[in-house]
Nanobody, 133 residues
Framework: QVQLVESGGGDPVQAGGSLRLSCGVSGLPSTSFCMAWFRQSPGMEREGVASLYRSTGSEYYGDSGRGRFTISQDRAKATLYLQMTRLRPGDTAIYYC?????????????????????????WGQGTRVTVSS
């Protein structure tokens, strides 16, 4: 059974500050997966923030994540991270970790899958990030 469990949100963060989100990953049957962070604010559509191909660690970024956010993984700890810096009130949202199977030869699609907001197969429950001005 695949489980994705986000953590790291909760208490409000001041604008300009940093925050690291974690996603504990269990049950994935292989490393041929596109792992991604999405976010959703009230009344807004889900937005792709960043993605990473689990086998190679190749990183991809959406418009909201490029330049300020870094996606990474620790495969030994089975954890996906999102390091967020220079946070803005507009970053306030629920952040979701997601995983979708993606064969190795198609790994370059991982970025487009995230940017399009594809419906990934597995999702975490989300963690709330609040940035105060």
């Amino acid at each position: 059974q695949v489980q994705l469990v986000e953590s790291g949100g909760g208490d409000p963060v001041q604008a300009g500050g940093s925050l690291r989100l974690s996603c504990g990953v269990s049950g994935l049957p292989s490393t041929s997966f596109c792992m991604a962070w999405f976010r959703q604010s009230p009344g807004m559509e889900r937005e792709g923030v960043a993605s990473l191909y689990r086998s190679t660690g190749s990183e991809y970024y959406g418009d909201s994540g490029r330049g300020r956010f870094t996606i990474s993984q620790d495969r030994a700890k089975a954890t996906l991270y999102l390091q967020m810096t220079r946070l803005r009130p507009g970053d306030t949202a629920i952040y979701y970790c997601a995983a979708d199977p993606l064969p190795y030869p198609d790994r370059s699609r991982c970025g487009d899958m995230m940017r399009r907001g594809d419906d990934f197969r597995y999702w975490g429950q989300g963690t709330r990030v609040t940035v105060s001005s």
